[in-house]
Every structure is written in C-alpha cells, then in structure tokens.
C-alpha cells in the first residue's frame, strides 16, 4: 500500500499539517507533493506522450516526479479546495497530466470508450475543502473525480472538509478517511 | 439582436485547433447578425504574452463572454481554471451582470463526458454573478482535428446550425435551447463502439508505425 498524496492547499492552512500527521501516526508510506510550489507546465496537446515518448510527457518539469509515484503507487488522494464546483488550477495542473497514464488506444468499458491504463487501477480519493458549500457544488464535484476514476478504470471516493466545522473535526474526518482507504 | 459584444476565449493550448475552429465560426455568426466578436487565446495569458490588464479592459467592454474548450482530464485545461480564478478573484465587478456560454469538446463520443466543464463554467458564473446562458457539448472533436466547419460538408453545415441557433438565443440574453445540442450531437450507437474502438486502434498504430516506436505500452516510471 503506497499512497500519492496531491495537496493544492494554500500554505498555513492547517488541514495539510493534520493529514501528514494522520499518515505518520498511523505509519502510513506516503508520497507528499505540495503542488503551489511545484513547477509543472501546461499539456499543449503535442501528442508526444502518445507515440514519440510513449507514456512520458515531453515537457521536463516536476510532473514526472509525481507521474513516477502515481505509477508505483496503489492509492491518490487529491487535496483541494472547491472552486467553481471543481479542482483549484494547482491540483488541476498536475491531473491534467494523468494523460500519460492512458495508453493511446481504445477499449470499451461500460458503454464508453475508453483509453487502456498503463500502470493498473488505483483508488482515487478527491478531499474537497471549502468554507459552506451548496449541494450543487458537491454535485459537481464528486462528479469530476468520479469522471477522473472511470477514466483511469479506479474506485473512487469524495470527502468534503468544512473549515468552519473546527480543526478537531476535520482531524477525525481525515483520520477516518485514512482508516478506510488504507 | 445586434449590437452586442462578444468576447469568445479559445480555451485550449492550441490557436489552429477544433475549439479555435468553433470559436471563429462563432464570431463569423454573431458578426453576420451585427454584433461585434473577438477571439483571445487563454495561453497567451498564461504564458504572458497577453496583457491581463489588457483582457480585464476587454472584459469590461463586452456584453458575452464565451468559453470554448477542450475536455482535458475531464473537464477544461488547467491555464482556463488559473484563468477564471483570476477573472473571479480580480475582475467580479467587470464580470457581474454579463452573460457567460461554455462550448465544451472532447475527442470522445460521449457528450456526457463534458458536463464537469460546463457545470465548472455555470458554477462560475454564478459565483461572479454573471448570467448563466446555457452549455453545449460535442463529442468527437478529436475527428474534427481543426478543420473549419465549411471544410466539413453537411457536419460542418449541423454544427454551424446548432451554434447559430443557440446563438439567436444567447444574443437576446437568454438561454440555448435544447435543439441547438440535438444539432450538435452526433448519435453513434454504442453498439458501434467496438468497431469504432477497433478502427481507432488499427490507426494508432500505423501512427506508432510512423513513429518508429510500437512500444507504446512502455510502464516507463517502472523502468
């Protein structure tokens, strides 16, 4: 069990230093990626991860290095706040680059074409942060990662954190999560 | 109906692409009915190239605004997201009150894949407080690969139907009708899906062919 964890939050907010301290006191392997810092450039439809560098997307930037645990990895968990319904574009800029996870053909599953998956399903865990949201908005994102997870042919799972509901909360929220995803 | 202002933002990372192509048949309509339209690629503000202050002033100056994207990952590319947080965070007062479409489209079939991108969209112009005038998906853009919709022959004659239809609503301040999707929904029976898949993989690799490199299932982050 390997965990990739993919934290689009701002610096200081709290809810990171919770997670990570949920990981290590439950001696959890984990990969941390705090994405605001971390250099990864836009997808410019090149094609080149398709067949000129099968898998590997052209642009040398710090995607490669969270590609390369998603790949060993079994489980992703997606840390964002919720904006307009969906991904803030930190989080966003690294999951546009699951691309590369996909082969360049085609399978049908359920109805749907489909890309293959290079490295085998994993569980994908979107946790969204917000400070009161509407029903809508849950709607619709539990429906992007759900569209990620069938994607990438994975089981998924949505959390929403509520700052306002106070740190402890959120801490047993995290904690709980953890016990059932890992 | 005429008279107004649409400012149409290419969403995607490529300026010769299909939502490029949707976007010009779009001003070229909203122009043949007298309005004024605008293109301006999203990138070039990512990257710099275009003045922000400058496309807050455009902003300002239309009536619509338009966003025309690819499908990445499932819903628009990561520079558009940046971008509407930077409309929503610095432009709300620009913003309020303007009317706001979404033109989704993916390489898929399936136009059900596009509705996180169109609600994303909805979703922000209800937190600026513009008007929402409706969303409209296309599947198999991919085919479409950029061509312009008079190359297209009678697709290209629905598709342009379906944008001039939900633009006749959009211009009056109200929202698409549902025929204007009907026109641009291409319905492929899903029990085609094998054989298109099949068709699809037969070209993917006469592509890795030309390539030079079949090796295309490479686990490379495992190597």
């Known amino acids: ?182 | 109906m005429n008279n107004k202002r649409l400012l149409l933002l290419n969403g995607s990372s490529r300026k010769k692409g299909t939502s490029c192509s949707f976007s010009r048949t779009i001003k070229q309509l909203a122009e043949a009915s007298g309005n004024t339209a605008e293109i301006i690629h999203v990138i070039d503000c990512y990257d710099g190239r275009e003045d922000f202050d400058a496309v807050k002033g455009l902003i300002s100056q239309n009536d619509i605004i338009a966003m025309v994207a690819p499908l990445y990952a499932d819903t628009m590319p990561f520079f558009d997201i940046w971008f509407l947080e930077k409309l929503a965070d610095e432009c709300r007062n620009e913003l309020k009150g303007k009317g706001l479409f979404a033109v989704g489209q993916c390489g898929f079939p399936d136009i059900t894949r596009i509705e996180p991108l169109i609600d994303n969209c909805r979703l922000f112009a209800e937190e600026t407080g513009m008007n929402w005038l409706g969303g409209l998906a296309y599947g198999g853009g991919g085919i479409i690969n950029g061509a312009l919709m008079e190359d297209l022959g009678k697709k290209g004659e629905r598709i342009t139907s379906g944008f001039r239809l939900a633009l006749d609503n959009i211009l009056k301040g109200e929202e698409i009708p549902s025929r204007a999707q009907e026109l641009l929904t291409i319905n492929i029976p899903k029990l085609l899906y094998r054989p298109l898949a099949a068709y699809l993989n037969n070209n993917a690799k006469k592509e890795a062919r030309k390539a030079g490199n079949m090796d295309y299932e490479r686990k490379v982050y495992l190597e």
Do not use: W
Request: proline share 3%; hydrophobic share 35%; charged share 25%.
């Open chain 1, 1 to 182: 069990m390997s965990l990739v964890i993919l934290d689009a939050m701002k610096a200081g907010n709290g809810i990171s230093d919770k997670l990570k301290e949920e990981l290590r006191r439950n001696d959890k392997e984990f990969s941390y990626f705090e994405l605001r810092d971390m250099n990864i450039m836009p997808c410019r439809s090149c094609g080149a991860c398709g067949f000129i560098s099968p898998g590997k997307c052209a642009v040398k930037d710090d995607a490669h290095e969270i590609l390369g645990a998603i790949a060993r990895g079994t489980t992703v968990i997606m840390l964002t706040p919720v904006r307009f319904g969906g991904y803030t574009s930190d989080l966003k800029k690294a999951v546009d680059k699951f691309m590369s996870l996909g082969l360049p053909t085609y399978i049908v599953k359920q109805g749907h074409l489909l890309h293959p998956v290079r490295y085998g399903s994993k569980a994908i865990i979107g946790v969204g942060v917000h400070e009161g949201i509407s029903k809508d908005q849950e709607d619709c994102f539990n429906k992007l990662v759900e569209h990620n997870a069938f994607n990438l042919q994975s089981e998924y799972r949505t959390l929403f954190l509520n700052t306002s509901s106070g740190m402890e909360n959120i801490q047993k929220e995290i904690s709980s999560l953890l016990r059932e995803v890992c």
